[in-house]
């Protein structure tokens, strides 16, 4: 009896430091990109006070970054690295990618870092309506009260800022200015889209995640070099970096943390699941909102601050029903066939 119980005690051990390199490896990572975003965006460099413009360019080498490492990841793991679906698939989920990366740097212009990372807490609403006009899904009437909640929060925490104190660098009015507000909508509209559509080719296509990731990023290398050429972006963005090498620093500094969130949340979804990833992406967007209020010194006034309250307490009560639901429910009889693959690799 002793060795059964000796040998679960391992298995527990070893999932438990798997769960601490989880969630300390997003937590870390996604901080620190997220901080990392508003410093390059939103803080001036060098003695004359010049702001980098060029967001664009962030893409081209956070791209660049993880497209390298995940090639030398595949051929190291002696992975398939021909395109398992047509090429024109990736593309276009580079596409939306670029546009959702895009957005999300230059709506930092706009509105401070603690509104953009509330804002994100309402994807939930693009992704329920392009997973029903792509994937023909049907949520439950929870589903749309805790879509309700998450979007009235945000609202709130929107439009009550508390003050004229944080001011974008690149507008003399208030944060929360229409353009601000289209780009977040915008990066939530693309980024619904790319995750939904991610999940389609995954479910269609026998896919490792690093296929995927090598040749949506190489897509995406290739889209935003092309687009820093047509824009006339590329040339001034390296003479800003040279000008400015503690911008280069913190550029290279965020292409490498995006290169490591990008394989630790595969990681995790594939050891732990969706809802687990959930549970830890609520708690990194609450932590990264204190810490950017904290270092930038952002003030929240008391209605941000029930908007915060109603945005995490509504996602931590839809993660805690639906793991007692799976808790409660036998397991599927078949698993999906990207879930099948990943078993058996």
């Known amino acids: 009896m002793a060795e059964p119980e000796t040998v679960n005690g ?6 438990l430091w798997k769960g601490v390199f989880a969630v300390s490896g997003i937590m870390s990572t996604l901080v620190i990109y997220g901080l990392l975003q508003e410093k390059i965006m939103r803080v001036p460099y060098g003695l004359n006070k010049e702001f980098f413009k060029y967001s664009l360019f962030l893409v081209f080498c956070n791209r660049l970054t993880t497209s390298a490492v995940s090639a030398a990841a595949l051929l190291a793991s002696k992975k398939v690295l021909d395109p398992v679906a047509p090429v024109y698939k990736y593309c276009l989920i580079s596409v939306t990618n670029i546009l959702t990366t895009t957005c999300q740097y230059e709506a930092l212009k706009y509105v401070s870092f603690p509104v953009q990372t509330l804002a994100k807490c309402a994807k939930m609403i693009p992704v329920m309506v392009w997973g029903t006009l792509i994937m023909q899904k049907k949520y439950r009437g929870f589903d749309y009260l805790v879509a309700f909640l998450v979007t009235l929060g945000c609202s709130v925490f929107i439009l009550f800022p508390a003050g004229d104190d944080d001011i974008s660098p690149y507008n003399k009015g208030r944060e929360n200015t229409v353009w601000g507000v289209s780009l977040m909508a915008g990066y939530l509209g693309f980024d619904g889209f790319t ?39 590329l040339l001034l963005a390296v003479d800003f970096v040279s000008r400015h090498r503690d911008c280069l620093l913190d550029i290279a500094l965020l292409s490498t ?44 006034s008391w209605e941000q601050c029930i908007g915060s309250v109603i945005v995490f307490g509504s996602l931590y009560a839809k993660n805690l029903l639906n793991n007692k639901k799976s808790q409660s429910q036998p397991p599927p009889p078949e698993l999906p066939q990207y879930e099948k693959a990943e078993g058996s690799s």
């Open 257 to 300: 943390v995006a290169t490591a969130r990008q394989f630790f949340i595969s990681y995790t979804i594939r050891t732990f699941g969706a809802l687990t990833f959930a549970a830890i992406m609520t708690t990194r967007q609450l932590a990264s909102i204190m810490l950017s209020c904290i270092w930038f010194s952002h003030p929240l």
């Open 10 to 15: 391992a298995k527990e051990n070893k999932l």
């Open 195 to 233: 995750s939904t559509f991610q999940d389609k080719l995954f479910k269609g296509y026998n896919m490792e995640i690093h296929n995927q990731i090598f040749y949506t990023t190489l897509c995406s290398c290739v889209l935003s070099f092309t687009g820093l050429i047509l824009q006339g972006h």
